[in-house]
């Protein structure tokens, strides 16, 4: 089970680390997180019940989740 109490809390801007996630999402959104890698974190998504994962925000509004192993803080 994921041990909530690491991870980054609600509100917080990180930063998408882009070689971790290149070769799985769409050109259009590859081509946002290339331009601009920050986001805000909008909440949480439970992905396979051993591990949660982060919802981002983006400057331009669109949403999308990600591994906490793929974001940095800041």
């Known amino acids: 089970m994921a041990n909530t109490k690491l991870l980054p ?5 990180v930063k998408i680390n882009f ?4 070769d799985r999402l769409p ?4 081509e ?7 986001a805000v974190i909008v ?18 509004g669109q949403e999308n989740w990600f591994f906490p192993e793929e974001i940095e803080r800041g």
């Open 9 to 13: 809390k609600i509100g917080s801007k």
């Open 32 to 38: 946002q997180i290339a331009s601009n890698p920050k």
């Open 43 to 60: 909440g949480y998504k439970m992905t396979d019940g051993r591990s949660i994962g982060l919802i981002l925000k983006f400057d331009s």
């Open 19 to 22: 070689e971790k996630v290149k």
């Open 27 to 30: 050109t259009k959104l590859i």
